[in-house]
């Protein structure tokens, strides 16, 4: 028998209206129009419900381009974004080992979950890992191994990584998440201050570490400690 918490949680997750399947295949065709051209970064686009990482208040606007807020002074990133860093991260062939630093409400990890073997997250506010946890379980995705930790510090225990993903601004790369990527492994970070951050695509390699500079974004600040 299916409880009727099962069965609100079901009826969520399906969504209606502007949380509708369809909604979300707008969005997925608008990531194409903006560029984004990985079949199956838009395929997990189109499979994860965006709107059930929001509060209920704001989910008629969860398909919309835009961030929003999750409380705690931080927000979800904006769908391009999160479909931007995926297809750079992808774009290595070998995925199977992902770190993603500042899980915030799990959007992002969902997304990740769909696409690599293994994802590790790490985040510092201990009630948005809550949330993420319970968001990725509501919807099964089991891929995930989390940690609420100071994301500086990476998660040694499981290291190297041959995909990081930072979703929080450093001023200036931290060396031991650079210590933690696989040779050839790929780091995709936003860093520098406010109003001045660029998307960064850094690749190990043998001899060290190759640094591609791209778009200006805008990300919330990477901060130290945990709460
Ligand atoms: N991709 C996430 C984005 C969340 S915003 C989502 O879709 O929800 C960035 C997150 O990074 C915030 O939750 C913030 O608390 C976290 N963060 C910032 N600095 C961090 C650090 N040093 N270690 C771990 N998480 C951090």
């Known amino acids: 028998m299916v409880s009727l918490a099962q069965q609100a949680v079901t009826q969520r997750i399906q969504g209606v209206g502007m949380t509708s399947h369809r909604t979300r295949s707008r969005m997925v065709d608008r990531l194409q129009q903006q560029g984004i051209s990985d079949s199956k970064v838009l395929e997990a686009m189109r499979a994860v ?5 929001v509060d209920e208040a704001l989910a008629s606007r969860s398909y919309e381009d835009t961030a929003l807020p999750i409380g ?3 927000t979800i990133s ?3 974004i999160v479909a931007k860093m995926t297809e750079l991260l992808l774009e290595h ?9 500042g899980t915030g409400c799990g959007y992002q990890t969902a997304i990740l979950s769909q696409l690599v073997d293994k994802v590790y997250s790490v985040e510092r506010i201990s009630a948005l890992l809550k949330k993420a946890k319970d968001n990725l379980w ?3 995705f089991k891929k995930v191994k989390f940690q609420h930790n100071d994301g500086g510090c990476g998660w040694p225990e499981y290291s190297s ?3 990081i993903l930072v979703a929080a601004a450093p001023d200036k790369v931290p060396d031991v998440l650079l210590q933690q ?3 050839g492994g790929v780091m995709i970070i936003p860093v520098g201050q406010k109003n001045k951050q660029k998307l960064h695509k850094i690749t190990r390699t043998l001899e060290g570490f190759d640094d591609k500079v791209l778009d200006p974004v805008s990300f919330v600040p990477f901060l130290t400690g945990k709460s």
């Open 161 to 163: 990584y041959d995909g």
């Open 72 to 74: 705690y002074n931080q």
């Open 138 to 140: 509501d919807l099964n």
């Open 49 to 53: 419900p965006r709107h059930i990482f």
């Open 181 to 183: 990527l696989s040779i």
């Open 78 to 80: 904006q769908p391009y």
């Open 93 to 101: 062939e070998q995925l199977t080992k992902v770190l993603e630093i």
